[in-house]
């Protein structure tokens, strides 16, 4: 065994060979890096001017891959220089074409990752409407389908029975199936969240579980960012079993309440007043004009009450909160030119001068006096 090895150290065309197998393969790096710093950038170039979205977004998905090839093309070519591993062996060339497979699904992996901003690209030059809601999901089922598919490549280099596999799979489906319930109605919830559409990315909804602004769907989950900056992770078939209010979807945004004057307020001053609101608020700019009401509604325990009924054109929290301000200032200048006051909660008590009690209290309050 010794000499074996002593022959292999001494043996002056092995160690030419190795030297060439390593210069090859410094060669290839090299060539790697003057592909990534020239040539991929002049490719770069050549794509932006051409004004192809795809074309370029094929060529930034390959960026690395392609890096990659030059060093498996490297150690391809340097390996015949090498007495120690047979280039033909099957086991070899089987480990080469799987690292070419893994080359092209990276690239395609990339591909899919940024398919969100090519779909909307290409959506917006043909006028085709895709809702952002599908976008994730579109992208992680390609990402899954060319994971899958490379895999079961890459097993049949190796001689590995793909088809036993998946009869395998049917085989222990019911078990699969049984352990994988939950799984399972995430991702039919997932369905139906993308079917029925009741939300889509950022919009702000409300549940029972929870409200905020919709950051992502995938198919197990859904993520809603809240207004207190907490992220909440839904599964999706709680989610989709839930009454979802979608508050993005508002055309305009309600104001309702009851205004209380005193019970001494005249009927016209009453009148004036109701009339004047309604006024106020069929000319204001803010006020959506379709749904108004004005009304002397209500006989309550302390005060005439008028309901107010109306919308804002906006939905939006600051500029509601804005317009309603505005709304009740306005309000309190007309009570002020009526000369009309605000009730607040009173209780009247009346006594019966004939009453004994009364008499009695009355004349010992006439002698503290």
């Not at 065309?13 to 290839?28: E, K, R, S, Y």
Request: a negative charge; proline letters at 3%; glycine letters at 4%.
């Amino acid at each position: 065994m010794n000499w074996r090895f002593w022959e292999y150290i001494n043996d002056y065309d092995l160690w030419i060979n190795l030297g060439i197998a390593l210069g090859i393969l410094l060669v290839f790096l090299l060539l790697r890096k003057l592909f990534a710093k020239y040539v991929f950038y002049f490719i770069l170039k050549l794509t932006n001017k051409s004004g192809s979205d795809l074309l370029n977004f094929v060529v930034k998905s390959y960026e690395r891959p392609v890096r990659l090839l030059f060093v498996i093309i490297g150690i391809y070519i340097a390996v015949d220089y090498v007495p120690f591993i047979n280039q033909q062996g099957d086991l070899f060339e089987s480990l080469i074409r799987s690292s070419v497979i893994l080359i092209i699904t990276w690239g395609l992996f990339n591909l899919a990752s940024s398919s969100s901003l090519l779909l909307m690209k290409v959506s917006d030059k043909v006028n085709l409407e895709i809702d952002q809601i599908l976008i994730p999901f579109i992208s992680k089922a390609v990402r899954f389908i060319v994971v899958a598919i490379s895999l079961s490549i890459i097993a049949q280099e190796f001689g590995y029975d793909v088809s036993g596999f998946v009869a395998g799979l049917g085989l222990g489906g019911l078990a699969f199936a049984l352990a994988a319930q939950e799984v399972i109605r995430n991702l039919f919830g997932g369905v139906v969240i993308i079917t029925e559409k009741p939300f889509t990315m950022g919009d702000w909804v409300e549940t029972p579980s929870v409200e905020g602004v919709v950051e992502d769907i995938t198919f197990r989950s859904t993520r809603i960012r809240t207004f207190s900056e907490s992220l909440v992770t839904i599964p999706n078939s709680t989610l989709s079993n839930e009454p979802i209010t979608n508050w993005s979807e508002m055309g305009k945004r309600r104001i309702f309440f009851n205004l209380g004057v005193e019970y001494s307020t005249p009927k016209d001053k009453l009148e004036s007043v109701v009339k004047r609101i309604r006024e106020l608020l069929e000319n204001h700019e803010d006020i959506h004009p379709e749904t108004i009401f004005v009304r002397f509604d209500n006989y309550n325990d302390s005060s005439l009450d008028i309901m107010l009924y109306f919308f804002t054109k906006t939905t939006a929290w600051e500029e509601y909160l804005e317009i309603k301000e505005d709304i009740n200032f306005k309000i309190m200048d007309i009570l002020e030119e009526e000369d009309v006051s605000i009730a607040f909660p009173s209780r009247s008590l009346y006594l019966d001068a004939d009453d004994e009690a009364v008499k009695r209290f009355s004349s010992s309050f006439k002698d503290e006096q």
